[in-house]
């Protein structure tokens, strides 16, 4: 496999590994101390599009259906698979274990000394006041999503350019008939 494929599934998972464990560290008492400002939302987003979009157009260049993806990962290093299965099954459980969290509350915000958030209730929609410690969870649930579902992307883009990799190498080294 080509180094630059290499450095760039390397890269996605680092990133999604420090992703999820940011994600995790919410569930630990207190408030992560992110910024109040979108910075750090702005940065992931910077980060994930172009890593997460190169990995799918290397995959699209190999011209390779799932099966066949699937085959290439499964010829990777075992400690490689081993290690991105296990980031990717947190990623999920996080971001499942967080969607299934606070319910229908979301986008927390203090205005006028009142902490209310967003209910998404079907049937019952709009801006709710709700109690201090409702607000903490509500802002540490949706700092946990924030986190875990870019991070899940980058182990996904991980998989797909060593996968995509594992591909060209053996279309490089396969003899023509």
Same mark, same amino acid.
């Not at 080509?2 to 990133?15: D, E, S």
């Not at 979301?106 to 902490?115: I, L, M």
């Not at 019952?124 to 109690?131: D, L």
């Given at each position: ?15 999604g ?9 919410t569930? #630990? ?7 109040v ?11 994930l ?9 290397r ?11 699937? #085959? ?12 991105l ?6 990623g ?24 209310l958030?967003f ?19 509500v ?34 080294y396969?003899?023509?008939?």
């Open positions: 496999m080509n180094w630059t494929f290499k450095c760039h599934g390397g890269v996605a998972a680092a990133l590994a420090a992703l999820l464990v940011l994600a995790a560290l569930w #630990l008492p207190g408030t992560l101390p992110l910024p400002s979108g910075w750090p939302m702005a940065a992931i987003a910077v980060l599009f172009p890593i997460f979009v190169s990995a799918l157009v995959m699209f260049l190999t011209r390779a259906d799932r099966h066949t993806v699937w #085959l290439a990962f499964r010829c990777l290093p075992r400690k490689a698979q081993m290690g299965a296990a980031l990717a099954m947190s999920v459980g996080i971001t499942v274990i967080s969607a299934a969290g606070e319910g229908n509350l979301q986008a927390a915000e203090v205005k006028d000394g009142r902490y958030a209910d998404a209730t079907p049937l019952a929609r709009g801006t709710v006041e709700i109690s201090q410690g409702q607000y903490q969870a802002l540490e649930s949706d700092q946990r999503s924030m986190l875990a579902i870019p991070g899940v992307l980058l182990i996904s883009a991980a998989y797909v350019v060593l996968a995509a990799g594992e591909l060209r190498r053996a279309d490089r396969s003899t023509p008939s």
